[in-house]
Antibody, heavy 119, light 111 residues
Framework: QVQLVDSGGGLVKPGGSLRLSCAASGFTFSDYYMAWIRQAPGKGLEWVSYISSSAINLHYADSVKGRFTISRDNANNSLYLQMDSLRTEDTAVYYCARAELSGTYALDYWGQGTVVTVS | QSALTQPASVSGSPGQSITISCTGTSSDVGGYNYVSWYQQHPGKVPKLMIY???NRPSGVSNRFSGSKSGNTASLTISGLQAEDEADYYC???????????FGGGTRLTVL
């Protein structure tokens, strides 16, 4: 079955860096666009970044552009989010998610989330 | 760009139908059939309920349906059940640099 396992969250000081990982299994990872979504405490969902199946196309929310970098390793079925110059407003649960194949940008499977605290 | 506009809360009694709206612009909701809806119970992971405006993923109850008119998309839940009480979010592709927009979320209360 499809499984996404997020990891790498933690407590970091403002200006610091973290690298999130997402291990995928149960599907052909290299066929799918992937995304990172976040949710600040008590707030709604916020899209962070998308990466195409071949990693050629990358997209970022304006709030993280220039600070976050999405990447993937199709050989090892893994998705990453390098987060630099972290700010207190980046505090959130970060979810990796798989984009469904018909190209509607919908996210059909989600990881359990990893908590990032910037303080 | 601002998030898509959803009502903060809606409520209904068991067995009733409710509709949650999601208003955008011609650059997002109105211009493309790329609206999705997610259900999130407190402390849980979001679940895809509707994609491509009106398509239901396998396993999602047919009590959930989606539609769109102009710049407003809608999620309708019929035959409300207690387990439908949750937060609901819409999303849409957008031509702006933001690429994907989320709505602010709607808290559904089943009375």
């Amino acid at each position: 079955q499809v499984q996404l396992v997020d990891s790498g969250g933690g407590l970091v000081k403002p200006g610091g860096s973290l690298r999130l990982s997402c291990a995928a299994s149960g599907f052909t990872f290299s066929d799918y666009y992937m995304a990172w979504i976040r949710q600040a405490p008590g707030k709604g969902l916020e899209w962070v970044s998308y990466i195409s199946s071949s990693a050629i196309n990358l997209h970022y929310a304006d709030s993280v552009k220039g600070r976050f970098t999405i990447s993937r390793d199709n050989a090892n079925n893994s998705l990453y989010l390098q987060m630099d110059s972290l700010r207190t407003e980046d505090t959130a649960v970060y979810y990796c998610a798989r984009a469904e194949l018909s190209g509607t940008y919908a996210l059909d499977y989600w990881g359990q989330g990893t908590v990032v605290t910037v303080s | 760009q601002s998030a898509l506009t959803q009502p903060a809360s809606v409520s209904g009694s068991p067995g009733q139908s409710i509709t949650i709206s999601c208003t955008g612009t011609s650059s997002d909701v109105g211009g493309y059939n790329y609206v999705s809806w997610y259900q999130q119970h407190p402390g849980k992971v979001p679940k895809l309920m509707i994609y491509g405006v009106s398509n239901r993923p396998s396993g999602v109850s047919n009590r959930f349906s989606g539609s769109k008119s102009g710049n407003t998309a809608s999620l309708t839940i019929s035959g409300l059940q207690a387990e439908d009480e949750a937060d609901y979010y819409c999303t849409s592709y957008t031509t702006s640099s933001t690429y994907v927009l989320f709505g602010g979320g709607t808290r559904l209360t089943v009375l």
